[in-house]
Nanobody, 111 residues
Framework: QVQLVESGGGWVQAGGSLRLSCVAS??????MAWYRQAPGKQREWVAS???????SQADSVKGRFTISRDNAKNTVYLQMNSLKPEDTAVYYC???????WGQGTQVTVSS
């Protein structure tokens, strides 16, 4: 089992930036990912990063969000720039193997 703890959420004006962090309780050698869930909507995939640092992002955030990881710190990051009100959501960290979710961190972007 692995526990995931997110941090870094908050309130920001449109155009601003936030950096989310997710610390795993132990080493994760597989893909780590960020998802988000806006009020009244389904949870959606945002970005993933492989163990060797190869990233992928959803089209809705490409060019604005950057995912990265520090394996020495068991941590995955999500740098979010040029934030828009539609980015408002609870952001969750996830590992696939083992399957685990963090508790989420709220991001609110005001117009």
């Amino acid at each position: 089992q692995v526990q995931l703890v997110e941090s870094g959420g908050g309130w920001v004006q449109a155009g601003g930036s936030l950096r989310l962090s997710c610390v795993a309780s132990r080493r994760v050698i597989n893909v780590m990912a960020w998802y988000r869930q806006a009020p009244g909507k389904q949870r959606e995939w945002v970005a993933s990063v492989t163990n060797n640092g190869s990233p992928s992002q959803a089209d809705s955030v490409k060019g604005r969000f950057t995912i990265s990881r520090d394996n020495a710190k068991n941590t995955v990051y999500l740098q979010m720039n040029s934030l828009k009100p539609e980015d408002t959501a609870v952001y969750y960290c996830r590992t696939y193997v083992p399957n685990a979710w963090g508790q989420g961190t709220q991001v609110t972007v005001s117009s």
